[in-house]
């Protein structure tokens, strides 16, 4: 049996036999023997992070050491806590990452404990902490953090955040103790909160199920809640050390910080929680044609600070159809009229319209006055317009009014930030055509498992969006892989050193990995109900594909020149489909694997991407697909021909399967990318 073979579509029962189940690939080559194959797969020469299982009486959780974080606390199959960790942040609100050593874990039929040390150290700060974990036979998990700062610094927090799940916990009740000992009901904010639903928190319990509670009790300094599906994360956070207080604080040598976290169930449900098991497969169910949600339309950004597109990438970037263009333009800068010159231009060759991104300043009337002038003699195919101003995270009613003055065209406005600015500052909707915000996975979290959750707080901010909109439009611009710049800084933020890439740039934009992540994201859009979404920038690292001339910075964003990304395959299967409709997609593990189903007149595509470092069987059900079938398959094995020769690839990349069969079984190695249509 051939590896394709192996690795096939298989009928239903196959499985029992092995048939179609990978192999977990060795970890030092990749098949195009220049990289490790972990750059392949997420950009970076490590292995995965570990986990360790734990087990306290009926609660079972996971310890990732390297980031001393405990996920996913539950109690049965429901989800207690998303999340407990320490972070220390600095000034700009920068989380310095921790570094484990001294790692100790004991476990029992009774419980476990574990304790460690932990240095962070960051440009000027050094401040290191000792942390213990310990759960019991009844249910009771305590972690405690103590901490000595080793230098002097500034710092806007140090300490405990707990996180609550969504899925479990979005509008429903919960009971509140404060720091004065007074108690009061609440519940969990349904659509999105954009302030602190509770402050002043000693505890906080909610119903796990009926007939359990849980209690999380803090320890060593104030807590408060926010609701962070303002930032995509898929969490309600009680933090440290409230916000109304003033940031940043310096921390002097010496300083100690003792804090502490304790989780207790009460009460007892109807069946006693089951040891984990692992998934033979994981279960995909493709829904309802009738709740099938219109495509957005889908766009790119311009890459200002690479060269205008060859005539080779222009070709490349076609096949993507984006619908615009998006262009940032400053009025007060001098070069703006040239940069929108060259976005023109790079429209009208991929024969796209602009998304075009006007920031005033105080002296807005002069500015657009300015702009309209030259737009007269341009005359470039504009799609919409989205208005900002300078010095405020979300558009004023005033800078709205003079743009519909001298703009022509739909106008829109909102953020050029996240959610959480548009949601705290929302806009006077009448007169406006589109209502704005940016998307990105790593405001507060850089793992890849974190940047997997946000597909679930990315849909929240589109309902949330909704609430009022009015009749505008939403579109989510730009969406990308990491925070073009940061909103909330108190201090100008350093340049890119020579041994890191600059803030706004990831190694896994080039990486399997950012696939399966784009893959998530354009499906959380789509079943959302958003009508326009920017992705990333047409070339270059933050791009769908690398420059010509390389990468700037090799060694740490290892990529081939003039390749397009893994993640333009994903667009470019999307794209022949624009217009069409995405139906709902249910994952029975949606940390794991993320799929997309896609339909426009009698054609069907199914696509489906591991998202982990484990080779899965993903079972698909109601696909309605029919037999037989193609699959083409981007992995480690096809990664290179799918970079350098992409026309190639997408031709001549697919395989036939003739099977019979009502569900479709596709054996996935570590985060690979396949698409499926009727052969």
Known sequence: MTRREALGICAVGAAASGAGIPRASPAPAAEDNTRPVSVLYYGADAPPPRSIDLQAGPLRMVLEPELAF??????????VLRGIYAPVRDRNWGTVAPKVRNLRVETAASG??????VDCQEGPIDFGWKGSIAGDSSGVVRFTFDGEARSTFLRNRIGFCVLHPIAECAGRPCAVEKVDGSKEDGRFPDDISPHQPFVDVRAISHEVEPGVMAEVRFEGDTFEMEDQRNWTDASYKTYCTPLRLPFPVEVKAGTRVSQAVTVKLTGRGKAAPGPRLAAAEIVVRVGDAARAAVLPVIGLGIAAES???????????????????????????????????????????????????????????????????ELASMKPKVARWLVFHEKEQSTGDRWTALARRYLRGPLGAGTNANFTELNRGRPNTQGLDVICYSANPQVHAFDNLSLVETFEGL???????????????????????????????????????????????????????????TLGSLQALAESGVDFATFYE????????????????????????GGVFPLYHVLADVAEFAGGRALPVRRQEPLMIAGMFL?????????????????????????GLGWPVRIRRLDEH?????????????????????????????????????????A
């Open 112 to 117: 476990f404990r574990a304790a460690f040390e």
């Open 70 to 79: 405990v996920r996913y606390i539950k109690y049965a199959d429901r989800e």
């Open 307 to 373: 060269p205008e597109p060859t005539a080779r990438e222009q070709a490349r970037l076609r096949t993507l159809r984006p619908a615009h263009l998006r262009v940032d333009l400053r009025l007060t800068d001098q070069g703006y009229l040239e940069l929108l010159r060259r976005a023109a231009r790079e429209a009208a060759a991929l024969g796209s319209a602009l998304e075009a991104a006007v920031f005033v300043t105080d002296a807005a009337e002069e500015e657009l006055q300015g702009l309209e002038r």
């Open 459 to 517: 849909r929240h901010t589109a309902r949330s969006a909704r609430q009022f909109t009015g009749s505008a439009k939403l579109a989510v611009t730009p969406v990308t892989l990491r925070q073009r710049f940061n909103p909330v800084a108190t201090a100008v933020e350093s340049g890119p050193a020579g041994d890191r890439l600059p803030p706004s740039v990831d190694a896994r934009q080039a990486s399997l990995f950012g696939a399966g992540w």
């Open 538 to 561: 047409t070339t270059g690292w933050r791009g769908v594909m690398e420059n010509e001339s390389g990468s700037r910075m090799p060694a740490l964003f290892p990529s081939t020149a």
């Open 638 to 678: 096809s990664y290179r021909e799918a970079g350098a020769n992409p026309e190639a690839y997408r031709k001549n990349g697919w395989q036939p399967a003739r099977l019979r069969g009502d569900a479709v079984e596709l054996g996935l190695l570590p985060y690979e990318y396949v698409a499926v249509d009727p």
């Open 599 to 623: 339909r426009q007149g009698g054609r069907s595509r199914l696509l489906v991407a591991n998202l982990g470092p484990a080779p899965r069987m993903a079972r698909v059900e109601n696909s």
